[in-house]
């Protein structure tokens, strides 16, 4: 069966900023309302400058999802993605622990190498080259699934060094949330998906495209010893026309025959509670009667 989750990433709301919390909170609700079982926001410190302006509203993400733990029952909750240059990797996998425990479970850990260079100059985050940025994604992962074990020693790597890797109380989710680690990049980022997620998302143009990547992925997963049915596959479907339900559902169709278990829409409204109360409980019936095999 295939999986609907909801992105929510637009917060240029009518009557913002004090709608904002109301829009948010209902557009959760509505979401698992409906049948959705994960819900996501961005993590950026400014908006999009490719999607809106940098001038725009963004909150805080992880503030966000503390929010929607309180308010929803259901739904998995993270970020998409988190890069890594926001927040130190100890500092982060506390974070990620705390929405596990108080959402009983629902957190995953979206991660990636950040690419949005204006925001970190403008409020001064360090930003370093690329190449640096994919040690430092690798070493992050590496210091949150110690921080999720059993070792409480130390960690020491080239950019990070840990005297300690404490972490209580320990996460609720069994053995640990779930990583998933964004983006398409085939040589870096689809290589580390192999070695180390639980969960993949790619952005694809088409399903053709979605095929490469999964295939891209199969590859690096046999060159580590890795089974990749192991790793769920989901995709932000922005190429897919949702404007007519019957139309989306005839793509996630062949999404589903790619192995993709979960499919995940923007709701970019000025209703998004509605539209996507509307939206969901028409394709969630019809989706859980898609499957494949990769």
């Known amino acids: ?10 917060f240029n709301l009518p009557g913002e900023p004090v709608t904002i919390a109301d829009v948010l909170g209902n557009t959760a609700r509505a979401a698992e309302e409906a049948g959705c079982t994960k819900f996501t926001v961005m993590d950026h410190y400014f908006q999009m400058e490719f999607f809106r302006t940098a001038l725009d509203p963004m909150l805080e993400g992880y503030t966000s999802l503390g929010y929607l733990a309180g308010i929803t029952s259901s739904m998995e909750l993270a970020t998409l993605v988190t890069g890594v240059t926001y927040r130190h990797p ?11 425990v108080l959402s ?17 100059k403008a409020l001064g985050v360090h930003y370093p080259p690329l190449a640096e940025r994919f040690e430092r994604l690798e070493e992050a992962i590496q210091i949150v699934l110690q921080m999720w074990s059993e070792d409480d020693g130390p ?6 060094q840990l005297d300690e890797t404490i972490c209580r109380p320990k996460p609720v989710s069994s053995p640990r949330p779930r990583i998933m680690i964004g983006g398409n ?20 143009s088409s399903v053709d495209e979605a095929r490469h990547k999964f295939d891209v992925i199969e590859r690096h ?7 990749a049915a192991e790793i769920e596959r989901t995709v932000l479907a922005s190429f897919i026309d949702t404007s007519n339900p019957d ?3 005839a793509s996630c169709e062949e999404l589903a025959s790619l192995g993709v278990e979960l499919v995940e829409i923007r709701g970019e409204t000025d209703d998004p509670a509605r539209y996507v109360g509307d939206f969901a409980s028409y394709v969630v ?10």
């Open 1 to 10: 069966m295939m999986k609907l989750g909801i992105h929510f990433m637009d």
């Open 90 to 100: 100890g500092l982060l996998a506390k974070i990620v622990t705390t929405l596990d």
């Open 104 to 120: 009983q479970g629902r957190a995953q850990l979206g991660i990636g190498a950040a690419w949005y260079e204006r925001e970190h």
């Open 155 to 160: 960690y020491q790597g080239v950019h990070y």
């Open 185 to 204: 990049g085939e040589t870096k980022t689809l290589r580390l998906v192999a070695r180390y997620a639980d969960i993949c998302n790619i952005i694809p």
């Open 221 to 227: 997963c046999a060159d580590v010893g890795r089974d």
């Open 247 to 249: 139309d989306f559902l």
């Open 285 to 294: 019936p019809r989706l859980a009667e898609l499957g494949g095999s990769a």
